[in-house]
T-cell receptor, first 114, second 113 residues
Framework: ETGVTQSPTHLIKTRGQQVTLRCSSQ?????VSWYQQALGQGPQFIFQ???????GRGNFPPRFSGLQFPNYSSELNVNALELDDSALYLC?????????????FGEGSRLTVL | QKEVEQDPGPLSVPEGAIVSLNCTYS??????FMWYRQYSRKGPELLMYTYSSGNKEDGRFTAQVDKSSKYISLFIRDSQPSDSATYLC?????????????FGTGTRLQVTL
């Protein structure tokens, strides 16, 4: 158990809908990153939040947005869902710009878009 | 060209075999080199990491990095059925306060009895 919890674990949406995924960081962690893992692929970096501000973003369109709250939990929002958004969405928490030994992943939220 | 390329597999080996998993990368700014294990429908679990060229051993696992060739490997000795999983190489790039992981596509390993 890493202490990083994500919800929901599974959900099904239809094309054009909007979805919100949630991540609760490990205690004491102030940084959350989100990754998208399509079937048979490695995770791809979506963005990172540090102390409630976005401080890094991958090659994802603006319809992927996020929030980090004062308790350092986080949300990933995806608008206008497309079929290709079907994937496992992973969040990872850490304390600042840390090494890999202090970066912990949650179990993911599996999104299916029909 | 992808920043990180990983041998796609899948690999099927008998129990007790030595397994070699490999990745190449193109960005010399990567600072840490990691191997994650991912079981079906689970999040990635960190196996090993290193930041310098050379070998690092942990039990049955050895991570090898060659920065001059931009090549990393993971060796698993005496493989067990419980090692059956997808193995992901990953590298960290730090920019400002951000730390971004770039992953390979993963190699699926099956260890058979």
């Amino acid at each position: 158990e890493t202490g990083v919890t994500q919800s929901p674990t599974h959900l099904i949406k239809t094309r054009g809908q909007q979805v919100t995924l949630r991540c609760s960081s490990q205690s004491g962690h102030n940084t959350v990153s989100w990754y998208q893992q399509a079937l048979g692929q490695g995770p791809q970096f979506i963005f990172q939040y540090y102390r409630e501000e976005e401080n890094g973003r991958g090659n994802f369109p603006p319809r992927f947005s996020g929030l980090q709250f004062p308790n350092y939990s986080s949300e990933l929002n995806v608008n206008a869902l497309e079929l290709d958004d079907s994937a496992l969405y992973l969040c990872a928490s850490s304390f600042g710009r840390t090494g890999p030994g202090e970066l912990f992943f949650g179990e993911g939220s599996r999104l299916t878009v029909l | 060209q992808k920043e990180v390329e990983q041998d796609p597999g899948p690999l099927s080996v008998p129990e007790g075999a030595i397994v070699s998993l490999n990745c190449t990368y193109s960005n010399s700014a990567f600072q840490y080199f990691m191997w994650y294990r991912q079981y079906s429908r689970k999040g990635p679990e960190l196996l090993m990491y290193t930041y310098s060229s050379g070998n690092k051993e942990d039990g049955r696992f050895t991570a090898q990095v060659d920065k001059s060739s931009k090549y990393i490997s993971l060796f698993i000795r005496d493989s067990q059925p419980s090692d059956s999983a997808t193995y992901l190489c990953a590298m960290i790039l730090y920019t400002g306060t951000a730390s971004k992981l770039t992953f390979g596509t993963g190699t699926r390993l099956q260890v058979t009895l």
